[in-house]
């Protein structure tokens, strides 16, 4: 059974920064379609982030956080990260990765994490 864990979440100050980890087990991450969603009070869940390990590592980035967020992953410790930096109030949400065999990242990921709350103010 796969199961994904996400850490890293927390309150920060606008302009700071944070990087969240998702440590997967019961799969390797090789070869998968990785990516890290996150849903804001009243507002529909946003894919902000993917990175397809099985086409070369291709990455994709939300207009909203490119440039601010990077996407990368440690094999040897089965993990997933966003770093993110230049954080402003309206990146608070809750942070999910999720993870599927191959394609796309779609709202149709066949395995999904709990969720880390990142609160922006001041």
């Known amino acids: 059974q796969v199961h994904l864990v996400e850490s890293g979440g927390g309150l920060v100050q606008p302009g700071g920064s944070l990087r969240l980890s998702c440590v997967a087990s019961g799969a390797t991450l090789d070869e998968k379609t990785i990516g890290w969603f996150r849903q804001a009070p009243g507002k529909e869940r946003e894919r902000i982030s993917c990175?397809?390990?099985?086409?070369?590592?291709?990455?994709n980035y939300a207009t909203s956080v490119k440039g601010r967020f990077t996407i990368s992953t440690d094999s040897a410790k089965n993990t997933v990260y966003l770093q993110m930096n230049s954080l402003q109030p309206e990146d608070t949400a809750v942070y999910y990765c999720a993870m599927k065999l191959a394609g796309f990242c779609t709202s149709r990921m066949t395995w999904w994490g709990q969720g880390t709350q990142v609160t922006v103010s001041s």
């Open positions: 990175l397809n390990l099985g086409v070369g590592g291709i990455t």
